[in-house]
């Protein structure tokens, strides 16, 4: 009898985990449409969606957020397919590889916004070596990396996280199709280029999609490194949703909520894209 309930008992714990998101999301969405019986906001309107898309720097804002997260996560997914092409071709994986893929990982965003300033910034360490190296005159002809308005630190620091996550995420697959069909291929004739480039690649396709997608949508709705690393203006959309969300005016919630709900949106529209793709595609290899 114990056996029997004991999975049950086990999955309660993701039960609860998923009720309170579903049940927050809900919440967010109600609230986006001025629904907060708390503030006397009983009627539910448009007029938030409507006001917000008014506003030139919210529209500002929602490209800025594209911007470094489209740069971002398809820099960080073709360098990390890259180094696992390097790595499943010469099967390495040693030690040191593991300690670099996991220690950027587990760091947290605060901090990895800290080196950012060190290194990137104009009083930091590559600014102080290219004055010392002769290359510029003085340490604020560096070009300036962080708080631009290209959002060029905000896309460092992603890089930094996101390299060794698309590593770890699709490293194991391809060595698994690298180490059995990539081998058959080269078998047969072909290199270790074209294997890579006509059977690892192509039968890893959905997972490294599925990679890309991840940290899209965590890049999309992420606010710490653009709040500590991004230009006064413009300010990427999660930047905006927090400073709305902490109005001493509790009547500017919806507006909060609301900026949530585009994001949402665009995270629904990205997995629409991404199921009707895989769907397109077929099977991959499992």
């Known amino acids: 009898m114990k056996k029997k309930f004991t999975p049950y008992l086990l999955l309660l714990p993701q039960i609860g985990l998923t009720l309170l998101l579903i049940t927050s999301l809900l919440t967010g969405i109600i ?8 503030f006397n906001l009983f009627k539910p309107s448009l007029k938030y969606y409507i006001e917000i898309f008014a506003r030139p720097d919210i529209i500002n804002s929602i490209f800025f957020s594209l911007k470094i997260t489209l740069i971002s996560s398809l820099l960080a997914t073709f360098i990390g ?3 696992c092409g390097l790595l499943v071709s010469n099967k390495e994986k040693t030690p040191l590889v593991n300690i670099i893929t996991h220690i950027p990982i587990t760091v947290p965003h605060i901090v990895v916004a800290l080196f950012t300033v060190i290194i990137f910034s104009q009083n ?6 290219a004055y010392l190296l002769g290359f510029i005159s003085e340490q604020q002809e560096f070009p300036r990396l962080i708080y631009d308005q290209n959002g060029i630190g905000v896309i460092i620091s992603y890089l930094w996280k996101e390299i060794p996550f698309i590593i770890y995420f699709i ?6 199709v690298e180490g059995s069909l990539g081998e058959a291929a080269r078998d047969l004739g072909a290199n270790k280029f074209q294997s890579f480039i006509k059977v690892t690649l192509p039968l890893s396709s959905r997972v490294i999609i599925s990679g890309f997608l991840i940290i899209f949508i965590f890049t999309l709705g992420a606010y710490e490194l653009p709040l500590l690393l991004g230009a006064t203006i413009p300010k990427a959309l999660p930047v905006l949703a927090y400073q709305e969300y902490l109005h001493p005016d509790l009547r500017h919630r919806p507006y909060a909520m609301a900026l949530n709900g585009i994001i949402i949106l665009i995270s629904l ?10 769907k397109k595609r077929g099977g991959g290899y499992e």
């Open 124 to 129: 930091g360490v590559f600014a102080r070596l």
């Open 269 to 278: 529209i990205s997995s629409i894209i991404y199921y009707f793709l895989m």
């Open 81 to 83: 397919l890259v180094i």
């Open 171 to 176: 490293h194991s697959l391809m060595s698994r």
């Open 31 to 38: 609230q986006s449409f001025g629904v907060i019986p708390a």
